[in-house]
């Protein structure tokens, strides 16, 4: 496993969820942590913790907040990609607002943060992505339109890890099914206590974070219930 040491990771979508519990999670292990979210004011700044401002659909964000990052700690170590909406999208639906939104949020914006990030990545020697994509980017249920970006997600991740090998950067890609969110509070399919808990997540987030380059994960699914998977 590799050592903290101070090592700096990027969150977006830290203000609530999944994001909220790695920043959580990453700050009681030693991590420094800079969130990235709409509103920084939802987070309190300490010494390992700082916050900035991050649109998901602002092509100008992820350069900016990279460049607050890299002046406070003087480099980023991981970048975890958390940021995402779920509206839904059938395949006989009109219109393509919302997938369009979906794609900006759920796609383009972990591209853009990433690809702002890798000159830091690579100079580390152990650079880490972790991605959240989602048991509907490996099979596909009822919204057709989120399993569409989640599908690119881990295309994504495996990208990532062809592209940035032989500068010691390695990407996983965490698929999880129903985690008890914000996003499940309208799903009625389960129990909302059998859903998997935002801080297992964030567990195995530090996990990927944490292995070392000739141990790396390509993609974690995690199953709250059981379901047959090819």
Known sequence: MLKVDNRTVMVSG??????????????????????????????????????????????????????????????????????????????????????DEMWRVNVKGPLRLVRATLPHLAVCGHGRV??????????????VGYAMTKHAVVALTHGIRREGRAAGIRATVICPGYVATDMTLNDDEIPRHEM?????????????????????????????QFEPML
């Open 196 to 224: 998997s808990q935002p801080g297992d997540i964030a567990q195995l987030v530090e996990t990927a974070l944490m292995l070392p380059n000739n141990a790396s994960v390509s993609e974690l699914l995690v199953h709250c």
């Open 130 to 143: 972790v991605n959240l994509g989602s048991l509907s980017g490996k099979r596909v249920g009822s919204n």
């Open 14 to 99: 830290a203000s609530r969820g999944i994001g909220r519990a790695v920043v959580d999670r990453l700050i009681a292990s030693g991590f420094r942590v800079s969130a990235g979210l709409r509103d920084p004011g939802l987070l309190k700044e300490s010494e390992r913790l700082m916050t900035h401002r991050y649109d998901a659909e602002d092509t100008d964000s992820p350069i900016a907040w990279v460049k607050a990052t890299v002046a406070r700690w003087g480099g980023v170590d991981a970048l975890v990609n958390t940021a995402g909406i779920n509206p839904r999208v059938r395949v006989s639906d009109d219109g393509e607002d919302a997938l």
